[in-house]
């Protein structure tokens, strides 16, 4: 059986990461089993300090098959998430860079640390 959580800690506030990385940039893995690996973001999760990328870290799930759901039964391949402090983000030449902000026209917009290109889809 489940240990009770105390009152105390039940309603403790999510502490939101500072995400520099948003999804549908092109970020590089520099750590982990799948070191130097690239890909797309798929989902950020700034709660959890986690991001999905397409084609990395892939795992095998075994499922049973549900005919309501239209589930076929077998082994599905899929990504899971790895720590953001483990991928770089990747500029349009496919440097690993930091990111950094600038101020420009009262907006705020992202900066690669390596070059200085402007990293902002307009």
Do not use: C, F, W
Request: glycine share 12%; aromatic share 0%.
């Amino acid at each position: 059986m489940a240990k009770r959580i105390p009152p105390r800690h039940q309603n403790k506030p999510k502490i939101r990461l500072k995400v520099k990385i948003k999804k549908e940039d092109s970020v590089k893995v520099i750590a982990g089993r799948d070191k130097g690996k690239t890909g797309r973001v798929l989902q950020v999760d700034p709660v959890k300090g986690r991001v999905l990328v397409e084609g990395v870290s892939i795992v095998k799930r075994h499922t049973r098959p549900n005919p309501q759901k239209q589930i076929k039964g077998g082994i599905a391949e899929r990504e899971t998430s790895i720590s953001i402090s483990n991928v770089m983000l990747l500029t349009s030449g496919g440097v690993a860079t930091r990111v950094g902000y600038r101020i420009e026209g009262g907006k705020r917009t992202r900066i690669a640390k390596k070059g200085g290109e402007v990293l902002d889809k307009k």
